[in-house]
DNA sequence: AATGGGACCTGCGCGC
DNA sequence: TGCGCGCAGGTCCCAT
């Protein structure tokens, strides 16, 4: 599932293949994942326009064109965007809901199994709701700003680092491999971190995002980069989808409980 | 304020 | 073989 290290993956991709290319011809499959405008005005309008710019948000990218406007882009959780080989052909998978066509002979496909991703076009980005609502950017964060955020909160460590307006970007499984890097047990209440174990969790979220970058992000399900290639960093999970295995550190058996209403995985032994 | 649940979707793996 | 069920989780929204 595309948390932040998938979608800067892509974004890094998209740049080296689609910078500057001219979108010449937009073909719709399904309209369920055009949410903004109806789906024959987001056609016409992006017909034409150049891609100036890409940038991520936490988990949304941004595609900023010669006018000002912008596409974005939202995986959700099954969606993919990648380098269509044939021109013309949808079949390229059977969850191929757009087809964007590029100048050069370029074809960006957005596949999306269960409809989940959003396409919108905007005028001005910066004023979506979802945007607005975001909180830092891991890598902009610093260790005082992150633990003042920390002091009130009641709730649980776990929700916490996936809340998106505490901090943009991390979901179910980063939030899973960063707390067991950081030897913290997922249930704890976010204010009864000692000062050694805030700075473990805000070293952890860096490293862990920071590796999982460098990796191409974890192909779990859907999550494919722009070639259509999985990412690496699946194998160096630790935590994530392997309950009942053997902890890499201490061979007790990593455990997986229900978080609200999310799988949450961890080493009891190793994190308390 | 925090938490829990449902809604949105569909493929998959399970038990029978 | 095939059915029905629960599960997967990002985000929004409502209820408690």
Redesign the pocket.
């Known amino acids: 599932?595309?948390?932040l290290p998938e979608v800067e993956t892509i974004k890094r991709d998209l740049q080296k293949v689609i910078l500057g290319r001219k979108i010449t011809k937009v073909c719709i499959y399904n309209p369920?994942v055009i949410r903004q405008p109806l789906p024959s005005a987001f056609k016409k309008h992006l017909k034409g326009l150049v891609v100036k710019t890409i940038l991520r948000r936490?988990?949304?990218l941004i595609l900023e064109l010669s006018n000002g406007s912008a596409l974005t882009v939202?995986?959700?959780?099954?969606g993919q965007l990648v380098l269509g080989q044939k021109p013309g052909n949808p079949g390229g998978s059977?969850?191929s809901r757009v087809t964007f066509h590029l100048s050069g002979g370029r074809i960006l496909d957005f596949n999306d199994?269960?409809?989940?991703g959003e396409l919108r076009l905007v005028d001005d980005w910066r004023k979506i709701?979802?945007i607005q609502?975001l909180g830092p950017e891991p890598f902009d964060l610093t260790y005082s700003d992150f633990k003042d955020m920390f002091s009130?909160?009641?709730?649980?460590i776990k929700?916490?680092l996936?809340d998106?307006?505490f901090i943009?970007?991390i979901?179910?499984?980063y939030?899973a491999e960063i707390l067991f890097c950081a030897r913290v047990d997922p249930r704890r209440?976010?204010?009864s971190l000692t000062e050694g174990e805030k700075q473990a969790i805000y070293r952890e979220t860096k490293k862990v995002l920071k590796s999982a970058i460098a990796h191409g992000g974890s192909s779990?399900?859907d999550y494919v980069r722009l070639s259509g290639k999985p990412g690496d960093y699946r194998k160096f999970h630790r935590v994530?989808?392997r309950q009942g295995k053997p902890c890499f550190v201490c061979k007790g058996l990593i455990k997986?409980i229900?978080?609200?209403?999310?799988?949450t995985?961890f080493c009891p032994k190793c994190q308390k």
């Open positions: 599932m595309p948390e369920a936490g988990k949304l939202h995986l959700r959780m099954t059977k969850a199994q269960r409809l989940f709701k979802f609502g009130k909160k009641k709730t649980k929700p916490l996936m998106q307006s943009a970007g979901g179910n499984l939030a209440q976010a204010r779990i399900d994530y989808g997986k229900n978080q609200g209403g999310r799988g995985y």
